[in-house]
Nanobody
Framework: QVQLVESGGGLVQAGGSLRLSCAVSGSMFRINAMGWYRRAPGKQRELVAASDIITNYADSVKGRFTISKDNAKNTVYLQMNSLKPEDTAVYYC???????????????WGQGTQVTVSS
């Protein structure tokens, strides 16, 4: 069974930094894409950063956030710098891939981690 466990959220002052981690457990035939999404109170979930062949960032986080992965640790990261109060949200890790070679690709999600940025 594939599981994603996020960590690294918390409370930080505006201008500060956090690094979110997403540990992926369970074997997969292929991971085709990875990403981070967030949902702020009263808003719909939005893409923050996604990486497959290319890497895309939401305009609101370009130049401040960086998505990366450590294949040896099966972990995906989101480095967040120069945080703003409007970055406050629950952040979710996502991977898209195939568990077995004969499977269609599906999305796997973590449970979410809260990020709160105070002004």
């Amino acid at each position: 069974q594939v599981q994603l466990v996020e960590s690294g959220g918390g409370l930080v002052q505006a201008g500060g930094s956090l690094r979110l981690s997403c540990a992926v457990s369970g074997s997969m035939f292929r991971i085709n894409a990875m990403g981070w999404y967030r949902r702020a109170p009263g808003k719909q979930r939005e893409l923050v950063a996604a990486s497959d062949i290319i890497t895309n960032y939401a305009d609101s986080v370009k130049g401040r956030f960086t998505i990366s992965k450590d294949n040896a640790k099966n972990t995906v990261y989101l480095q967040m710098n120069s945080l703003k109060p409007e970055d406050t949200a629950v952040y979710y890790c996502n991977i898209r891939g195939q568990k077995n070679s004969w499977d269609s690709q599906i999305d796997y999600w973590g449970q979410g981690t809260q990020v709160t940025v105070s002004s």
